[in-house]
């Protein structure tokens, strides 16, 4: 079935330093959203976006987060700076219709 | 806006057993229902989901789930576990229209034991 891709799947970052998750979503798909969920509990809405803007974000989505998709490439998710409470599994999901498709997740740690 | 409450935060069944994993609701509109499974580090992979129609919903592995409007609950269920259905599951609500926006239940974590 449709899949959507995560690279990287984890990746570990210094405190302060800006890091960018990457999103291939499902290739006709036009609704984009980012969840974020810290080990051990539910996932939670970030943001999610359509035609080039941020429809909804949640409280989650503090001013250092921000996303894009640049050109109809990767959907992203940039953190700058990053801090401790970052640390969390993020994942990004679309959809064309009423379907939504869930990648596996890029675990980020921020040491 | 919509909420989700998993009641039983960690659940255990011996194989061969049957399942019911508890879903309670809140939305004020029509609402899309979703079960999900989480295997460690894993994604998300999609058991069943409720639009509309038979009450009753069949989804992969022998899960099922009943929409029951008066009592606002999606309640997964299983006739008979089995040990690889140890994992974490978690229930969902989204609108179903506007932005779609996925409201996650906290997640029961399942472990089925010999």
């Known amino acids: 079935g449709p899949k959507v891709l995560q690279i990287p799947s984890h990746q570990i970052i210094d405190m302060g330093q800006m890091v960018t998750l990457n999103c291939d979503p499902v290739s006709n798909h036009l609704y984009f959203y980012w969840y974020k969920q810290i080990l051990g509990q539910q996932m939670e809405f970030l943001v999610n976006?359509?035609?080039?803007?941020?429809?909804?974000k949640s409280k989650l989505f503090k001013d250092q987060f921000s996303v894009e998709r640049p050109d109809g490439s990767y959907f992203t998710l940039k953190i700058q700076p990053t801090a401790l409470e970052d640390s969390a599994v993020y994942f990004c999901a679309s959809r064309r219709n009423t379907e939504v498709f869930f990648g596996k997740g890029t675990r980020l740690t921020v040491v | 806006a919509q909420s989700v409450t998993q009641p039983d935060a960690r659940v255990t069944v011996s194989e061969g057993a049957s399942l019911q994993l508890r879903c309670k609701y809140s939305?004020?509109?029509?609402?899309?229902l979703f079960w999900y499974v989480q295997y460690p580090r894993q994604g998300l992979q999609l058991l069943l989901k409720?639009?509309?129609?038979?009450?009753v919903v069949q989804g992969v592995n022998g899960f099922e789930a009943e929409f029951i409007k008066s009592n606002s609950s999606f309640h997964l269920r299983k006739a008979s576990v089995h040990w690889s259905d140890s994992a974490v599951y978690f229930c969902?609500?989204?609108?179903?229209?506007?932005?779609?926006?996925?409201?996650f239940g906290a997640g029961t974590r399942l472990k089925v034991i010999a």
């Open positions: 976006f359509y035609n080039g803007k941020v429809m909804e």
């Open positions: 969902a609500v989204s609108a179903g229209t506007g932005n779609y926006k996925y409201v």
């Open positions: 939305y004020s509109g029509t609402p899309y």
């Open positions: 409720y639009y509309s129609g038979d009450p």
